[in-house]
């Protein structure tokens, strides 16, 4: 069946503005998560959505950052007022529960570049 | 604070040799660990868990070691191939289970034909 995917898979956009991007789980999933990835780096927890629970955002790492999952599906991250140092991969996992030993499934992933 | 982090950051091995990738972890609380592979490009891709009531667990060429006694587990690969050339994180969860993974910084592979 289809995996997880993101889109886009490359944004490029001047400082300032403000960026969503999208993440499509695989069906049947009730977990979803977003990470940041930067250059070199290990996978820096954002957020989780479990069902209809409130979500986890105990990683934003400021207010700029705020997702979004509708109908318990697809996910948005957005960021507004992009900075440089918000330049990475942004990747989104889902599991069929959020359950520490349900496996993650990630997608490819979305690459952010702020200029 | 408490972290999972890796010994070696790149890793050069021979086609055909045996590849072993290392990582400690500092959270003794930790019960269950995760070895992912990361493409050049793409998500990373499970490979193989082990939870803290085992010491070894095998799959296919893949091993996983976990030494509870010095917080260190290790991911042993045979007979490295050119298609494991990627980037292993490993990722630990505490037994509350409510917090999501928490990965290294990740080793880079890389195999000689």
């Known amino acids: 069946g289809a995996g997880v995917s993101q889109s886009p898979s490359n944004k490029v956009t001047e400082k300032g503005k403000d960026v969503e991007l999208r993440c499509d789980p695989i069906?049947?999933?009730?977990?979803l998560y977003w990470y940041r990835q930067s250059l070199g780096q290990g996978l820096e927890f954002l957020i989780y959505?479990?069902?209809?629970?409130?979500?986890?955002k105990s990683g934003l790492p400021s207010d700029r950052f705020s997702a979004e999952r509708t109908g318990g599906s697809v996910s948005t991250l957005t960021i507004q007022r992009t900075q440089q140092e918000d330049s990475a991969v942004y990747l989104c996992a889902s599991s069929l529960e959020h359950k520490a030993r349900d496996t993650q499934y990630f997608g490819p992933g979305t690459r952010l570049t702020v200029l | 604070g408490e972290s999972v982090g890796l010994h070696l950051p790149t890793l050069s091995v021979q086609e055909g040799d045996n590849s072993i990738i290392n990582c400690a972890y500092s959270n003794s609380a930790s019960d269950y660990f995760i070895w992912y592979k990361q493409e050049s490009g793409k998500g990373p891709q499970f490979i193989i868990d082990?939870?803290?009531?085992?010491d070894k667990r095998q799959g296919q060429r893949v091993t996983v070691l976990l030494n509870k006694t010095v917080k260190h587990l290790s991911l042993q690969i045979a007979a490295t191939q050119p298609g494991d050339s990627a980037v292993y994180f490993c990722?630990?969860?505490?037994?509350?289970?409510?917090?999501?993974?928490?990965f290294g910084k990740g080793t880079r592979l890389s195999v000689i034909a």
């Open positions: 990722a630990e969860i505490t037994p509350s289970g409510n917090t999501p993974l928490v």
């Open positions: 959505f479990q069902g209809n629970s409130a979500p986890d």
């Open positions: 082990i939870r803290s009531n085992m």
């Open positions: 069906s049947g999933h009730t977990a």
